[in-house]
Structures are given as C-alpha cells and as structure tokens.
C-alpha cells in the first residue's frame, strides 16, 4: 500500500479532521421588526436527563437584521421526546433591521446537550406572514418552544 493510500484510509478510520456534523437548511416566515425566536436548545440529554444546556455559535451573520441569545428555563411541549420537563434553554434570537422587509439568511452551529453539534443555514422571509420560527422536531436537546 502506497503512502498516499495508507493515509487516506487511517483519515477514514479514525474521523479525517473530526466528527461529522449534520447540515441542514430551514425556513422561517418572521413579522417584520420584531425579535423572534428562530432555533432553541434545552438542557436535556437523549436519555431525558438534565445536563449543560446547548449552545449556539454564529457562523455567518445576517444582512439584514442582528442576532441574540436569550437564556432561562421552560417547559417542554406535550409532543417533545422529553414531555413536560422543566429545563433550562438558550434561545437564538434574530431582529430584522428597521422596516426591512425581504429575505435574509444565517448560518449557525447549535450543539445540544449530548454534544452533538449540527450547522444549520437558516433562510428568512421577513414580512410575508404572522411569524413562524422552524420546527426543530425536537432532535437530540434542540426543541422549539
């Protein structure tokens, strides 16, 4: 085996340059001018036990609005995998700029309580409806609330 090949296949083995993270694109339909929660994760574990809560890392800032975080505690709804937990969260909030109405877009990382990390390329409409943030579907510690 050449050295060029037994390099390539311990890089395979062993990971490459680290753990694969999941990609993903959402959606969101936001009202224009106000803050609206766009991604939350919990503090809860696969296994429903309380750990560190999540985290978020911004990637690539909006254009037209600005990015926040919000942290405190809430329920979990009724259909989440956890159902009515009390956790803690941290919210990533985003606000279009002032009487912006169009579309604006940001990348982020969001790690949940188990480690996992996952980028997520967000896609905002600001303006074309009553606000709906995405629908997490409750994936490992990340849940809408």
């Given at each position: ?42 503090a809860l574990k ?100």
């Open positions: 085996m050449t050295r060029l090949a037994a390099s390539v296949v311990a890089f395979a083995l062993f990971g490459g340059l680290g753990a694969a993270q999941a990609q993903t694109t959402r959606n969101a339909i936001i009202a224009p001018g106000k803050p609206t929660n766009v991604a939350t994760v919990t696969k296994d429903c036990r309380a750990g560190e809560v999540g985290s978020f890392r911004i990637v690539t800032q909006p254009k037209n609005g600005t990015t926040g975080f919000w942290k405190g505690s809430a329920k979990t709804p009724a259909g989440f995998r956890c159902p009515n937990v009390d956790t803690a969260i941290q919210r990533l909030i985003y606000t279009p700029k002032k009487d912006f109405q169009g579309t604006d877009e940001l990348t982020f990382e969001q790690k949940d309580s188990d480690g996992a990390t996952e980028t997520i390329n967000l896609k905002i409409t600001v303006g074309s409806g009553k606000g709906s943030a995405p629908q997490p579907k409750g994936k490992g510690g990340v849940v809408d609330l």
